[in-house]
């Protein structure tokens, strides 16, 4: 692959991590008492921490090429912080905001040792030597599919700008490659070009005044010029640990946020396990998994050392990308993280990009997310599809993955509190973050089932597809794991199980 070619590559995971980043923000800073200029700051830091987690996770991590992003299952743990009954007191929204950021940072910093101690300790590589791909697929498939509301919903806030950019990207990147074979490459920056053709068009429509009478959260989807990040943004800023202040803890807050955790760490798992597909890489050994999962918590200390408002985790979008232009190079998501670092740094710049309207961002999940889903269905390939042990795990955990979320999502909505309403919030907001997650659901229910279903039976473990994964469980069985995910500058001689 030539350098340039690599460049525009890494500049395109970078496009496409950035409306994750810009999403996050935008729905909890308002509620924190920040205005366009904290918004700003909180998306140059978020991306600035998720270079920083990228280069880590792609030279020490797991090694695989994906992008540490910003998570939307920490949104409810910030909003719970957000809300707590002591920062009403404070009138000035900038110091109401800088409080709650203290609360967030130290919540955030406490829960980001259940991670490192998983995975640094190999209590991660343990439980995941019981996963098969059997159970596999629920966990991998729902980690797309449950973000489905993020896809056709955001998307349809502005129609004229979001179906045309999903029907142009599928173009570019499914049918013009079979008629124009002399251009193969074109499929490649699908998402540049469909992105900047798009971008384009609705800065005219802008200009042009189609949305000048237009209601207020019409104008705020669909021009270019409503996203208040170039305003609120400096030329020059360099995001620093504590820039908020220093951090506070509540025994409450940290346990929600213990949950949000968790969920990361079992919905990167199956992020994880796409993208070695993706990357044609071999599965993914427990014990790089487990490293992988240390360093997700590393990522989430830093959040909560520069105070990003939310944790991290892989980002989904960008292993979607993987699939799109089939190219799964570690140096492309390096050189992504640098473009990260620079327009973090140099703000004006990178909130000119960052203020894509959201309608388009929507559009590339519609395709990116489903083409994360189908790396889970993909290893039903495994599976003995005959066997009715085999449906049952399968579609259980799959009806039950999208059912109970979406009851707790609806309880919410009707009632204003989750399904489990005790005396003690805190409790009440860990289980709502942890039944919210399609893919944890679906993934706790199939391993437990395929565990404890006919477990002794003959054709149990070759029905499950375990044989498939079985050299794979430990690093050293496979040459050709150790030559992929082997650490850099000659560390793993000394971490050889590690």
Request: glycine fraction near 10%; charged fraction near 10%; include cysteine.
């Amino acid at each position: 692959m030539k350098v340039s070619e690599a460049v525009i590559l890494g500049f395109q995971h970078y496009l496409v991590m950035l409306g994750t980043t810009v999403i996050i923000p935008t729905i909890i800073v308002p509620y924190m008492g920040g205005g366009n200029k904290e918004k700003a700051e909180v998306v140059q830091t978020l991306l600035f921490v998720s270079g920083l987690n990228t280069l880590l996770q792609t030279w020490f991590g797991s090694r695989l090429p994906v992008v540490i992003g910003g998570s939307f299952r920490f949104i409810v743990p910030s909003l719970y912080v957000a809300f707590a009954q002591r920062y009403y007191v404070y009138l000035d929204p900038q110091s109401r905001f800088k409080e709650t950021m203290k609360g967030i940072q130290g919540a955030l910093m406490v829960a980001s040792i259940l991670p490192m101690l998983l995975g640094f300790l190999g209590i991660w590589g343990i439980v995941i030597r019981f996963l098969c791909p059997l159970s596999a697929v629920p966990l991998v498939t729902l980690v797309g599919l449950g973000l489905y509301e993020l896809g056709f919903p955001l998307l349809a806030e502005c129609v004229e700008i979001g179906l045309p950019e999903l029907i142009i990207l599928i173009l570019l990147s499914q049918y013009i490659p079979h008629f124009w074979s002399k251009r193969p490459i074109i499929d490649r920056f699908a998402v540049l070009l469909s992105v900047g053709i798009v971008w384009a068009y609705a800065a005219v429509l802008t200009v042009a005044g189609a949305y000048k009478n237009k209601p207020l959260d019409t104008q705020l989807s669909c021009r270019v010029d409503r996203s208040g990040l170039v305003g609120g943004s400096s030329w020059v800023r360099f995001p620093y640990p504590i820039q908020w202040g220093t951090p506070d803890l509540h025994v409450g807050e940290i346990i929600v946020m213990l949950g949000a955790a968790f969920v990361a760490v079992v919905e990167s798992t199956g992020a994880f396990i796409a993208a070695s597909r993706y990357c044609s890489a071999t599965h993914i050994p427990a014990s790089v998994l487990s490293r992988g999962v240390g360093f997700l918590g590393v990522g989430i200390f830093l959040d909560g050392l520069f105070g990003t408002g939310s944790g991290s985790t892989v980002s989904v979008e960008n292993v979607g990308l993987l699939a799109l232009t089939r190219v799964g190079s570690r140096r492309v998501i390096q050189i992504s993280a640098i473009f990260m670092l620079f327009f973090s740094v140099f703000g004006k710049f990178g909130a000119i990009i960052a203020s894509i309207p959201l309608p388009i961002v929507g559009a590339l999940y519609c395709i990116l997310f489903a083409l994360m889903s189908s790396a889970g269905l993909g290893l039903l390939q495994y599976c003995n599809l005959n066997s009715f042990r085999t449906k049952f795990i399968i579609g259980f955990s799959f009806f039950m993955g999208l059912s109970v979320p979406r009851y707790f999502s609806d309880y919410v909505l009707t009632s204003g509190h989750g399904p489990v309403h005790t005396n003690s919030i805190w409790f009440n907001k860990l289980v709502l973050v942890i039944f919210s997650s399609p893919a944890t659901v679906a993934g706790l229910v199939a391993i437990f089932l395929d565990l404890t279903l006919a477990r002794k039976h003959a054709s149990t473990r070759r029905d499950s597809g375990r044989h498939w994964w079985a050299k794979f469980k430990y690093f050293g069985k496979d040459p050709r794991s150790e030559e992929f995910y082997s650490l850099p500058f000659g560390l793993s001689k000394y971490f050889p199980s590690f």
